[in-house]
C-alpha cells in the first residue's frame, strides 16, 4: 500500500449516494479505499445505495458489496452518525422512516448546518423528477438503458487496462454530449435549488443524476454527491466549513501515472 493509501483524511461530514450495490457496475472497492482513509463526525447516505431494482431482475452480491455494508456498520458503532435517505432504487427502505438499522438512521429526507452556518437540506432528488414521478415505466426502460451503458464503460476501461492506461468513464463522456441529458441536468438543478430557498434552507445536498456538481445557483448552494459507478465522487464539509467534491477517479489516475513513473525509473536504474 502506498503513501496516498495511507493518509488519513479528516472531516466533519461526508456525503455519498449512488453507489448501486447489487450491480456490476459498482466501483465498491474504490468506496471501500475512500471510506477507509476518511474520518468524519457524520455520514450522509443520499439514495440508491443498494440497487433494489437490479436485484430483483438479478441477484448479484459479492463481497466487495457486502464490505461496504460492515464499514458503515462499524463506523456507526464507533460514534460516527450515519444517516440514510433513500432514493429510488432503494425506495423498500422508505417504509422503515425513523428505524434505526445497526445504529444507522433512516430518514425520509435530512439537514445539517455546516461551520459557517449554512443550512443545508440532504434529500435524493428522485421525488423531483417528472421522469420518475409521473411515468415510472419510463424509469424503467431507462434504467435498463443506463446498464448497458455502464456495461460499455466498463469494457472500454478494462480495454484501457490491458493498454496500461488509467480509467476514464466513457457514458459520463457520452451523457455529457447528449444535448437533451445536459438540459435535463440543468432543470433538475434549478428545481432542487428554488426548493431549497422555498425551505428556507441556504443550500441542498442530492444525488440521483449522476453527476457531481457544487456551485451557487441564485444564491443558493447546490451539491451533488455524484455516484460510485461512473465518477467515483463524494462531498465533503471540511474541518474549517468549507464543501468539496472529493474526485475519488482522479485519485485513480495519480496513482497510476505514480506506478508508471516508478516502473520507468526502476527501468531505467537497471544496469
Request: proline share 1%.
Amino acid at each position: 500500500m502506498d503513501d496516498l493509501s495511507l493518509k488519513k483524511n479528516h472531516y466533519r461530514a461526508i456525503w455519498i449516494s449512488d453507489v448501486h450495490l447489487g450491480t456490476s457496475g459498482c466501483k465498491a472497492e474504490l468506496l471501500l479505499d475512500f471510506l477507509r482513509v476518511s474520518e468524519s463526525e457524520k455520514i450522509f447516505l443520499v439514495g440508491d445505495i443498494i440497487d433494489g431494482w437490479r436485484l430483483k431482475k438479478k441477484w448479484y452480491w459479492p463481497q466487495a458489496h457486502n464490505d461496504v455494508i460492515q464499514k458503515l456498520l462499524r463506523k456507526a458503532r464507533k460514534g460516527v452518525k450515519v444517516v440514510f435517505v433513500p432514493g429510488n432504487h432503494d425506495e423498500a427502505a422508505r417504509k422503515y422512516i425513523g428505524v434505526n438499522f445497526g445504529d444507522i438512521i433512516i430518514k425520509k429526507e435530512a439537514h445539517h448546518t455546516t461551520l459557517k452556518g449554512k443550512k443545508l437540506w440532504i434529500i435524493h432528488g428522485d421525488q423531483f423528477d417528472g421522469v420518475i414521478k409521473h411515468a415510472r415505466w419510463l424509469a424503467y426502460i431507462g434504467d435498463k438503458g443506463y446498464a448497458i451503458l455502464i456495461r460499455l464503460n466498463d469494457l472500454f476501461n478494462t480495454f484501457r487496462k490491458f493498454l496500461k492506461l488509467p480509467y476514464w468513464s466513457l457514458s459520463k463522456f457520452i451523457k455529457q454530449k447528449v444535448k437533451k441529458a445536459v438540459s435535463l441536468v440543468t432543470a433538475f438543478e434549478l428545481v432542487m435549488a428554488r426548493e431549497a430557498k422555498r425551505r428556507g434552507f441556504d443550500g441542498v445536498i442530492c444525488g440521483h443524476i449522476h453527476k457531481a456538481e457544487f456551485k451557487l445557483i441564485h444564491d443558493i448552494i447546490y451539491c451533488n454527491s455524484g455516484d460510485w459507478v461512473e465518477s467515483m465522487t463524494a462531498i465533503v464539509e471540511h474541518l474549517d466549513g468549507s464543501l468539496e467534491i472529493v474526485d475519488w477517479s482522479s485519485r485513480i489516475s495519480q496513482k497510476h501515472s505514480r506506478q508508471i513513473k516508478l516502473t520507468q525509473k526502476n527501468i531505467i536504474s537497471q544496469p
